[in-house]
């Protein structure tokens, strides 16, 4: 079965660092673009970075562009965000999804992505 597990999720303090891990099975990552949406309570999903199927571009939300990067490890079959200068508006429920349109381009709709997984908790305190 196509699995996307999200991990590494937790508690930090604002201005703080944050890993988080993305780990997949059941389908060839490096045919997929990966992107990470979060949700917070009470708010759409929303789209914060996205990785091209050969690590050749990426793309951000505006919200994040500086603060956060994505990357990915194809013989592991993971993809990872790092966040830095965390915020408190960052706290979400944090989702990988895999695209087969390979551009790596951050598409807003949660109905572009064939496979989701579920999510991690990031919780930002001030």
């Known amino acids: 079965d196509v699995q996307l597990q999200a991990s590494g999720g937790g508690l930090v303090h604002s201005g703080g660092s944050l890993r988080i891990s993305c780990a997949t099975s059941?389908?060839?990552?490096?045919?997929?673009?990966i992107a990470w949406f979060r949700q917070a309570p009470g708010n759409e999903r929303e789209g914060v970075a996205c990785?091209?199927?050969?690590?050749?571009?990426?793309d951000y939300a505006d919200s994040v562009k500086g603060r956060f990067t994505i990357s990915r490890d194809n013989a592991k079959n993971t993809v990872y965000l790092y966040m830095n200068g965390l915020k408190p508006q960052d706290t979400a429920v944090y989702y990988c999804?895999?695209?087969?349109?390979?551009?790596?381009?951050?598409?807003?709709?949660?109905?572009?992505?064939?496979?989701w997984g579920q999510g991690t908790q990031v919780t930002v305190s001030s």
């Open positions: 059941g389908f060839t990552l490096g045919d997929y673009a």
């Open positions: 999804a895999a695209d087969g349109n390979k551009a790596g381009i951050l598409r807003k709709t949660t109905g572009a992505y064939d496979f």
């Open positions: 990785i091209s199927s050969a690590d050749g571009s990426r």
